[in-house]
Structure formats: structure tokens, C-alpha cells
């Protein structure tokens, strides 16, 4: 079955930098588009950035310039470079996929910018 185990949210100062990592399994990951979304409190779920199969990528305009989402097909995962982070970045990131017109979801990681 899919399967989407993600790693590498904790504390960072603002300015810092965090790299996520969503390792998949369960299908064929180098023919799907792959996802990066964020929840914070008392906030809707929103599209953070995506990358297409052969790499092509899209960003939130908030995040643009200072995020970068990136791929690994021979291992299968997708990654969330975050540089530059802000107090308002802080929610807990979801990676996704839709196999099958079915959304599937990591765990989720919490990344918290605070001083």
C-alpha cells in the first residue's frame, strides 16, 4: 500500500533553515506528482510547493525564493528545503501524492520559527 513517512521538522530561529525529507512507498514514485502542504492552528491546510515527475516545480508566492522542493527518484523521496524560515511558517508540513484519485498523506512533521 502507499506509504509516505516524512522527517526532519524541529525549533529553528527565524532566518534558520530545516530540510524535510518524505520517503514513499507503495508505488511507482518517478511518475507522480509529489506535494508539500502545511497546516498552522486554526488555519485551513494550503498547498506549499509541488514537483512534477520530471521536476518541474510550482511554490506558494509566500514561499518563493526561499523554499525549494526537490526529488530523488533511485531513492524515492521528495524533499522541502526551507531557508530564510519565519515565525510564520510554523505549522505542521504534510507530503502528498493523489494514486489513483485517492490523496494520500505523511504523518506530518511540526516545524516550529520562534526565538
Known amino acids: 500500500q502507499v506509504q509516505l513517512v516524512e522527517s526532519g521538522g524541529g525549533l529553528v530561529q527565524p532566518g534558520g533553515s530545516l530540510r524535510l525529507s518524505c520517503a514513499a512507498s507503495?508505488?511507482?514514485?518517478?511518475?507522480?506528482?509529489m506535494r508539500w502542504y502545511r497546516q498552522a492552528p486554526g488555519k485551513e491546510r494550503e498547498l506549499v510547493a509541488q514537483i512534477t515527475p520530471n521536476s518541474g516545480t510550482q511554490y506558494e508566492d509566500s514561499v518563493k525564493g526561499r523554499f525549494t522542493i526537490s526529488r530523488d527518484n533511485a531513492k524515492n523521496t521528495v524533499y522541502l528545503q526551507m531557508n530564510s524560515l519565519k515565525p510564520e511558517d510554523t505549522a505542521v508540513y504534510y507530503c502528498?501524492?493523489?494514486?489513483?484519485?485517492?490523496?494520500?498523506w505523511g504523518q506530518g512533521s511540526q516545524v516550529t520559527v520562534s526565538s
Open positions: 507503495g508505488f511507482i514514485f518517478r511518475v507522480y506528482d
Open positions: 502528498n501524492t493523489v494514486y489513483y484519485a485517492k490523496n494520500y
